[in-house]
DNA sequence: ATCCCGAGGG
DNA sequence: CCCTCTGGAT
């Protein structure tokens, strides 16, 4: 598009943002949660269960939980054990199980069993930190009070010099200044989805990447050769 | 900063 | 073997 890619790639981010979101919708028309859910408690349950996690491993043993305890009451009252069992292959089960359990307790008690559309509600949830609330909000209220910053959207948004944090929250407030609020939702997803496919953590393919002419991580062609 | 934790890829 | 995967609490 331009005769100077080299001014692209060390253009501003706000400059580079909206080419780049541009470019990864059309790559990823269809990015979306990944987390397999019915509502929105089960969307944060798999959402707990997804920390440091492949979505596909969560999606294996939602279905089991889920038909196990449909609810928040039967969560609530389930066997420690049992439960722990059953995620155990997600890592960190004991963690998760614990969180998943005192959660869907105070669920039960103070929210009559629903879900709160509310980031400040659900941040006093046990194991529902800032990145766990945007997705449910997101996702399940279409709600778009920050921007999910998880471990795809932070080594992204790193590599594209949309931030020079480190501390996730601080990323978060970077993007959300850098991005129209009707875009918070979408940017995570899009972040997310080419943080799997093309740009990932160990061996970015940066040859096949959409956006590489906007990224100042990528390497330039005549490095390449 | 450290701990929790299993599974898959390189 | 080491690194990574939609983190959060201490």
Request: proline share 6%.
């Given at each position: 598009?331009?005769?100077?890619?080299?001014?692209?790639?060390?253009?501003?981010?706000?400059?580079?943002?909206?080419?780049?979101?541009?470019?990864?919708?059309?790559?990823?028309?269809?990015?979306?949660?990944?987390?397999?859910?019915?509502?929105?408690?089960?969307?944060?349950?798999?959402?707990?269960?997804?920390?440091?996690?492949?979505?596909?491993?969560?999606?294996?043993?939602?279905?089991?939980?889920?038909?196990?305890?449909?609810?928040?009451?039967?969560?609530?009252?389930?066997?420690?054990?049992?439960?722990?069992?059953?995620?155990?292959?997600?890592?960190?089960?004991?963690?998760?199980?614990?969180?998943?359990?005192?959660?869907?307790?105070?669920?039960?008690?103070?929210?009559?069993?629903?879900?709160?559309?509310?980031?400040?509600?659900?941040?006093?949830?046990p194991g529902v930190a800032r990145k766990t609330a945007n997705v449910v909000l997101g996702t399940s209220y279409r709600i778009a009070d920050g921007v999910v910053v998880d471990t795809h959207v932070k080594r992204l948004s790193e590599r594209l010099g949309l931030t020079a944090q480190s501390d996730p929250e601080k990323i978060e407030r970077d993007l959300m200044a850098l991005a129209p609020q009707d875009d918070w939702i979408d940017l995570s997803h899009l972040l997310i989805f080419h943080g799997r496919r093309v740009c990932d953590a160990r061996k970015p393919k940066c040859s096949a990447c959409v956006i590489a002419d906007l990224c100042p991580s990528a390497p330039r062609y005549s490095d390449v050769g």
């Amino acid at each position: 598009m331009s005769d100077t890619p080299e001014l692209n790639r060390t253009a501003p981010a706000a400059a580079r943002l909206p080419e780049i979101l541009r470019l990864l919708h059309a790559e990823y028309p269809d990015a979306a949660c990944a987390l397999d859910h019915r509502s929105a408690l089960e969307l944060l349950v798999a959402t707990i269960l997804s920390a440091q996690c492949t979505d596909e491993r969560v999606n294996k043993v939602t279905p089991a939980l889920f038909a196990r305890y449909p609810d928040a009451l039967a969560l609530a009252e389930a066997d420690r054990t049992e439960l722990e069992e059953m995620i155990h292959s997600t890592g960190f089960y004991r963690n998760k199980a614990k969180n998943i359990q005192e959660a869907c307790r105070r669920l039960v008690t103070v929210y009559d069993g629903q879900v709160p559309a509310n980031m400040a509600d659900l941040l006093t949830l046990p194991g529902v930190a800032r990145k766990t609330a945007n997705v449910v909000l997101g996702t399940s209220y279409r709600i778009a009070d920050g921007v999910v910053v998880d471990t795809h959207v932070k080594r992204l948004s790193e590599r594209l010099g949309l931030t020079a944090q480190s501390d996730p929250e601080k990323i978060e407030r970077d993007l959300m200044a850098l991005a129209p609020q009707d875009d918070w939702i979408d940017l995570s997803h899009l972040l997310i989805f080419h943080g799997r496919r093309v740009c990932d953590a160990r061996k970015p393919k940066c040859s096949a990447c959409v956006i590489a002419d906007l990224c100042p991580s990528a390497p330039r062609y005549s490095d390449v050769g």
